[in-house]
C-alpha cells in the first residue's frame, strides 16, 4: 500500500530471456504468454508465422519460439521452424500440435501435445534458456 | 507483501501490424501495465468474453474482418462499458495514447514516446524496403508526419 500520499508504486517489468509465442488461438496465445511472463520471462507473441518471421526478421530479441504447428496462411509451424533453423540458428524451437503426438521430419527442441501441462511446458523452457 | 504491486492496470492492444502491436505493448509493460494482444477485433472480443480483466483498450481502427474499430467500441460498450476504449486511426495517434498511459501508469515512464515512434518508423521502413506490402502500412507513420496534427 505505500506511504499514505505517495502514489502507489509497481515493480519494473521483470526481464528475462526473450520467448516468442506463435498461436493462432488467441485465448491459447494470450495464457501461454501469461504463464511464461509470470515466470520472468519476456515475451512478444505473433499470430500466425508470418507474423513471427517478421519480428524475428526486425530484429526482436528471441532466443526461444514456441509454435503452434497448425497455423493459417502458407506458412505453418513446421515451416517456421525449417526457417529458423536456416536463418537463427541460435533460436531453439519448441513445437506444439493438437492433432499430433510427436514430430520427427523437422529438427526442433521440444514438442508439446496440446492441451499441454504449463508446469512441464515452462520446466522444459528453462532446461532451454535457463 | 514482496516487490508486487497491489493492481496492475492491464492493457489491450488491438492492431492489425504486429511491429506496432509489439513496440506498443513493450512501452506499456515498460510503464507497468499488464499488456494483452489481439491482432484483429475478433481476437479482441474472444479476450474480453474470457472475462479478461482488461482495464483500457487501446484500438487501431482500421482492422481486417468482419469488426473494425468502431465495431469494437460498440460491442465494448454493450458488454464492458467500465472498459475504457481508445480508437487511433494512426500510429502515431497510438503512440501518443500510449505516452499519455505511461504518463499514467505505475513507473516513472521509461522512455520518451519519440523513442517508439522512431523505432516504429524504422521498423516500417525496413519492411517496405526489403518487402512490397501494404501501402496503407507504410503511409500510417509517413502520412501523419507529412501533416501537422489537427
Redesign the interface.
Known amino acids: ?1 505505500g506511504v499514505p500520499g505517495e ?7 521483470k526481464t528475462g530471456a526473450g520467448i516468442l509465442v506463435v498461436e493462432d488461438e ?2 491459447i496465445r ?1 495464457t501461454i ?2 504463464q511464461l511472463r509470470r515466470t520472468g520471462y519476456s515475451v ?4 500466425n508465422a508470418h ?1 513471427a518471421v ?2 524475428l ?2 530484429r ?1 530479441e528471441v532466443k526461444l519460439i514456441i509454435s503452434d504447428i497448425r497455423m493459417p496462411g502458407s506458412l505453418d509451424g513446421v515451416g517456421l521452424a525449417r526457417l529458423v533453423h536456416n536463418e537463427f540458428p541460435g533460436v531453439k524451437v519448441i513445437l506444439t500440435a493438437a492433432h499430433l503426438t510427436e514430430v520427427d521430419w523437422v529438427e526442433h527442441d521440444g514438442f508439446f501435445h496440446k492441451p499441454h501441462d504449463p508446469a512441464q511446458l515452462i520446466a522444459h523452457v528453462r532446461t532451454l534458456i535457463g | 507483501m514482496p516487490d508486487e504491486p497491489q493492481v496492475q492496470e492491464t492493457i489491450l492492444i488491438v492492431d492489425r501490424d504486429v511491429l506496432v502491436r509489439t513496440s506498443l505493448a513493450q512501452y506499456l509493460r515498460d510503464c507497468g501495465y499488464a499488456v494483452v494482444e489481439a491482432a484483429n477485433a475478433e481476437e479482441a472480443v474472444a479476450l474480453l468474453r474470457r472475462d479478461t480483466p482488461v482495464d483500457v483498450v487501446l484500438s487501431d481502427v482500421a482492422m481486417p474482418g468482419a469488426l473494425d474499430g468502431f465495431g469494437l467500441a460498440k460491442w465494448i460498450r454493450t458488454h464492458r462499458p467500465q472498459t475504457k476504449i481508445i480508437l487511433t486511426g494512426t500510429v502515431l495517434r497510438s503512440i501518443d495514447a500510449a505516452h499519455d498511459l505511461c504518463d499514467e501508469g505505475p513507473l516513472p515512464v521509461p522512455y520518451h514516446a519519440q523513442t517508439v515512434h522512431d523505432r516504429i518508423r524504422r521498423l516500417l521502413a525496413a519492411r517496405s524496403a526489403t518487402a512490397a506490402g501494404p501501402a496503407a502500412d507504410r503511409s500510417r507513420v509517413q502520412s501523419q508526419d507529412a501533416q501537422p496534427e489537427p
Open positions: 500500500m502514489p502507489r508504486r509497481a515493480t519494473a517489468r488467441v485465448l494470450a504468454a501469461e512478444i507473441e505473433a499470430a507474423e517478421e519480428l526478421r526486425n526482436f
